[in-house]
């Protein structure tokens, strides 16, 4: 996905965004479907694309309403379960030993900065192409960050925690 709609998503729907990079990804795309009055298989078009009206920020808004409720009411936790996936994921990886995870993560580092660095260094030039690989390899590359190194869910929630605090106004 790009990171420009996924950033704008965490603002406005983060239960939403929060669900896409986990193991509900099928609810959180079936809400982005109906919100944005699209087919399920176009959500990741409309993602990629970037660009949302102000009718479809509202129906996102919406959207993150009607999956918290639902997620209330099924007792989920979607950080939770991201997290426990991620979990499950290195414990499986700690047991089989596998070379996969580990030569996927590197040619996905690789990827992604060697791509920076062809585009710093003038051998390839910004197109719509390298864009949307440019993006898919740095979302890629933060589940790689976060599969080795944990997530930064905690810090993202005290960023929201943040976001939507009324500041105080010191009286003198």
């Given at each position: 996905m790009a990171n420009g709609i996924l950033d704008v998503l965490e603002q406005i729907a983060p239960t939403i965004a929060s669900a896409l990079g986990g193991p509900l990804a099928g609810m959180a795309v079936a809400a982005v479907s109906k919100a944005l009055d699209i087919e399920p298989e176009k959500v990741q078009d409309v993602i990629q694309a970037g660009k949302l009206t102000a009718e479809q920020v509202a129906g996102l808004k919406q959207a993150e309403m009607d999956l918290q409720k639902q997620a209330a009411e099924l007792n989920l936790d979607f950080a939770k379960l991201a997290a426990g996936d991620r979990d499950s994921a290195r414990k499986m990886q700690t047991s089989v030993h596998s070379w996969l995870p580990p030569v996927l993560a590197l040619g996905?580092?690789?990827?992604?900065?060697?791509?920076?660095?062809?585009?710093?260094?003038?051998y390839t030039h910004q197109n719509a192409e390298i864009d949307i690989m440019l993006g898919s390899l740095g979302t890629a590359w933060t589940g790689v960050i976060a599969f080795y190194f944990g997530s930064s869910a905690s810090s993202q929630s005290k960023d929201k925690l943040l976001y939507n605090s009324t500041p105080t106004i010191p009286h003198d």
């Open positions: 996905v580092t690789g990827g992604f900065f060697g791509i920076l660095v062809a585009l710093m260094l003038g």
